[in-house]
């Protein structure tokens, strides 16, 4: 995720901690109090040089599909690494954690597998553990054409709106090199529709910040409180 510009690269974890700080401080937990954080998909640690700064490496798993970038994490943080998977129905973590950091994965899932992602992380958080994670939302719209890299664009932006309010908020286009794999924009009520459906009294909805991360990506948190 590096582009040549070291200032944006540092400042966009930096951007992630000042979230996932306030998201803990509304719910009185501290960075000294977590027993075990998930950075997933953690890359080659663009989130992780900043976490660790608060957090002992040892109490961090990166997570990522990619072997290398996770060896990476480990060598260069000291922290512990898990291979993910595509097919989240085959990833089973192996402790249940007090903070979950997701940085730009629900981004890019459908429906079906944005759901199933949320019920696995959620479902992995210890009582009381807090699941921080971004979303595109009404940013993204107002920007779609970006996130196509010079290739066709699948609808107007005017035909995007019409998607998102036939689908309550939620839409869906897969890269055209890319099956499983795309880009998903999620409204807010959309997300905490889902959230109130999937988990009920179960979850606390704490935080919201509408392009919070890195001037661009929708920032939620919720809590497990049981």
Known sequence: MFAG???????????????????????????DSLRSVLDMPSGYGRVLRSLIAKVPP????ACDIDA?????????????????????SQIHFPENYSLIWVGSLFTHLDQETFSSLLKLLFDSLETGGIL???????HSVETF????GGQPVPLSREQLQKELE?????YYSPYFNAENYGIAISLKYYVIALIERLFGSKARFIY?????WDDHQDVFAIQKTG
């Open 5 to 31: 510009n070291i200032k944006h690269y540092i400042s966009v974890g930096d951007s992630a901690m000042d979230n996932i700080e306030a998201a803990l401080k509304i719910v009185n937990i501290t960075f």
């Open 68 to 88: 290398d970038a996770i060896k990476f994490c480990e060598k260069e943080f000291g922290c512990k690494k898990m291979l993910s998977s595509a097919d989240f």
């Open 58 to 61: 040892e109490k961090i798993t």
């Open 208 to 212: 919201y910040n509408e392009r919070g």
């Open 145 to 148: 054409e970006r996130y196509w």
């Open 132 to 138: 921080v994670f971004t979303t595109q939302g009404k």
């Open 166 to 170: 036939k689908n309550n908020g939620f």
